[in-house]
């Protein structure tokens, strides 16, 4: 039997969606087993579904729905990674909700509709790993993590937004967190050195991330490859330059911005004298040389129907 699992995060996005995901509950089938619960801090939601999975009987499947952003999606993926029993879908009610922007052949709204999410079809797609975390979509290091590190900053402010603390956090990267020295060696071939400084370096699973930046506009979910793409240090005014290309996905391969570069890999190893602030899918952990690797179809998603 399938258990559908709603995780209700009242923090994500502007407004406390909780009241009206509830009302959209009471309208499904009561054939259906649906139950819900709502986080409370950074770590319930892998208390709740790890409880969840350990009640299921023989025989039961869980489908977990993340409501929420990014965050919310990355906490469940990885307290249910590895279950068998485990699928995944994305209730997008967020302040960025990138990973689903990978599926261009639906909306947010789409996601939003519960009737057709529970009775949706089920795709593998790929997963990263590094220093024990997964991600669905975008891990990366330099500037990214740095801005990711100071929008938590931000958040704390009153009456700021997720879209106004990650506008700050930009400018304050922008000032402080453009230079960052990376060795990187990619499926055991070294292809930079470290003796120049980066912007960042990213390694893709999905395209979006950043709350609608297009940073790796090639990738595929399901092609067992990451997309890396390196950027090295600019100035300011050639950054500003960047940033347009770059939101819309025009950065690779683009003759105005030759020093672009971008490759399809298995393995990424980032090599720092110091502790490297990585950034997955939002969420900033600190990992000393840290690997990462694609796993391929490792993770069942929920797709609308």
């Not at 590895?82 to 599926?103: T, W, Y």
């Not at 950054?239 to 298995?266: A, Q």
């Not at 600190?286 to 490792?298: F, G, M």
Request: charged share 20%; aromatic share 8%.
């Amino acid at each position: 039997m399938r258990k559908h699992f709603f995780l209700i995060n009242p923090a994500a996005g502007k407004r406390d969606a909780t009241r009206t995901i509830l009302e959209k509950l009471s309208s499904l089938p009561s054939s259906l087993s649906v139950s819900h619960a709502l986080t409370k801090a950074p770590g319930h939601a892998h208390e709740l579904i790890r409880e969840a999975l350990a009640s299921l009987e023989s025989g039961d499947e869980l489908t977990l729905y993340a409501c929420g952003g990014d965050g919310t999606l990355f906490e469940a993926l990885n307290a249910g990674f590895g279950d068998p029993r485990f699928s995944l879908a994305s209730v997008p009610v967020g302040s960025g909700n990138d990973f689903i922007k990978s599926f261009p052949e639906y909306a947010a709204a789409d996601f939003l509709d519960l009737p057709r999410l529970v009775s949706g079809k089920t795709v593998a797609v790929d997963s990263l790993l590094a220093g024990g975390y997964h991600s669905l979509n975008i891990l990366s290091a330099g500037f990214d993590a740095a801005v990711c590190r100071y929008m938590t900053k931000y958040k704390r402010l009153p009456l700021v937004g997720g879209k106004g603390a990650y506008d700050l956090a930009l400018v304050d990267a922008l000032l402080h967190s453009r230079k960052h020295f990376f060795r990187l060696i990619a499926d055991g071939e070294e292809i930079e050195d470290g003796t120049h400084p980066h912007l960042f370096v990213i390694a893709a699973n999905g395209r979006y991330y950043g709350g609608g930046f297009k940073a790796s506009p090639r990738s595929v979910l399901d092609d067992g490859l990451m997309d890396v793409i390196t950027i090295p240090t600019l100035s300011i005014p050639r950054f500003l330059r960047l940033v347009g290309y770059f939101k819309r996905g025009e950065h690779l391969e683009n003759p105005l911005l030759p020093f672009v570069r971008h490759s399809l890999r298995k393995s990424l190893r980032i090599l720092s004298p110091e502790e490297i602030s990585l950034n997955l899918d939002g969420e900033v952990v600190s990992l000393r040389d840290p690997e990462i690797r694609i796993l391929p179809a490792s993770v069942r998603v929920i797709l609308p129907a």
